[in-house]
Antibody, heavy 122, light 109 residues
């Protein structure tokens, strides 16, 4: 059974870079059949898709965050990572990683990681 | 980019009742590429429905989805205590960015 697990600092100072890693277990990130996404959710609010990466390193980002986001993949470690630069309090959220299929008709998010809370504060 | 609007924002119901949640798209959703997720407090969202009407693995048959074009619904035929949660719809199958509805909260009356 595929599982995803987020990890990284829970506290980041304003203007610094938020860095998170998603470790995939129970399957290979290199399988070639999936995209790997980051999604965030501020407390009490809805879900915002941040971006996704394919095992080749090809990425797509949400235009609203594109200038500050970098998603990378390390197939040797079966991990993908998120970097969000110049963070502010508005970036405080629970960050999730999730998988989607490369086929458009199968392109929903499943499974999801449990999520990790990142707080931006000095 | 398709905008999804869910209604109502909050519903107060009792266990055993039937409920229908609405998700309306700003333009037609091709091939019913619409998913529903359930999120309980402190948990990640869980896929319930894909393709507008297909239940994900392990989802009880009291959950059903329907709709096409711009109007979609999620119905829970008989609410169980564990069904009180927030429900999100999501459009997929086209170029990113992916978008979600703002959510409907089901609370116990």
């Amino acid at each position: 059974q595929l599982q995803l697990q987020e990890s990284g600092p829970g506290l980041v100072k304003p203007s610094q870079t938020l860095s998170l890693t998603c470790t995939v277990s129970g399957g290979s990130i290199s399988s070639g059949s999936y995209y790997w996404s980051w999604i965030r959710q501020p407390a009490g609010k809805g879900l915002e898709w941040i971006g996704r990466i394919y095992s080749s390193g090809s990425t797509n980002y949400n235009p609203s965050l594109k200038s500050r986001v970098t998603i990378s993949v390390d197939t040797s470690k079966n991990q993908f990572s998120l970097k969000l630069s110049s963070v502010t309090a508005a970036d405080t959220a629970v960050y999730y990683c999730a998988r989607t299929d490369v086929m458009p008709d199968l392109d929903w998010f499943d499974p999801w990681g449990q999520g990790t809370l990142v707080t931006v504060s000095s | 980019e398709i905008v999804l609007t869910q209604s109502p924002g909050t519903l107060s119901l009792s266990p055993g009742e039937r409920v229908t949640l609405s998700c309306r798209a700003s333009e037609s959703v091709s091939s019913s590429y619409l998913a529903w997720y359930q999120q309980k407090p402190g948990q990640a969202p869980r896929l319930l429905i894909y393709g507008a009407s297909s239940r994900a693995t392990g989802i009880p048959d009291r959950f059903s989805g329907s709709g096409s074009g711009t109007d979609f619904t999620l119905t829970i035929s008989r609410l169980e205590p564990e069904d009180f949660a927030v429900y999100y719809c999501q459009h997929y199958g086209s170029s990113p960015p992916y978008t979600f509805g703002q959510g409907t909260k089901l609370e116990i009356k």
